[in-house]
């Protein structure tokens, strides 16, 4: 009789570092939405993995390691398929663009739902919390290069420089409140809907700018 049998446990697959870190991330991430990011150590992922913690230490040398590592992928495939799906948006009709875009932008959340509570819904680590605003500065860097022409061109905006700041704000804020609307109230919205929504509600307000 094997000592897994005598036990009644079952010893993991033995797999290298590099082919582990990806599960110990999803773990890390299941973790984090459920929890908090808090509540992400190697101790809880490796019970959440049912393997011991040297497992996960030869994964990720701590838990700030890890952190960073489970927010860095989660943010660079969110946000590269949020960014296309934002910039897909294009047209003459200002409140057809507006709308596509939220749409898109939407349809991404849905995709991504972990992600974008991880990024955007939890409160940030003290040790990694430079990560989670990384992300909303690229975003935020990529809304002004969207933005700025799209307002001169639809209606002239003057002092654009001044007011253009304040306007990627409440983008950006509308963005996030639409996330969290979306994954709040799952059974309210589809995507199209709450983005039709937002669409014309943020274009008639960059239009009075």
Known sequence: MTDAVRTGRVRAAHLGPERRR???L???LAIAVKSGVGAVTIGAVAQHLGVTRPVVYSCFRDRVALIEALVEREGERLLASALAALHSARGDDPEAV????YQAFLDVVADWPDAWRLLFSAAPDPAVADKFQRARREMAESATQWLRPALTAWWGVTDLDHK???LVELFMSSCEAAGRSLLDQPDDWTTQEL???YGRMICRAFSVA
């Open 22 to 24: 990806p599960e110990v």
């Open 26 to 28: 999803d773990a890390a």
């Open 98 to 101: 507006f709308v596509r875009g």
């Open 164 to 166: 253009l700041p304040v």
């Open 195 to 197: 983005g039709e929504l």
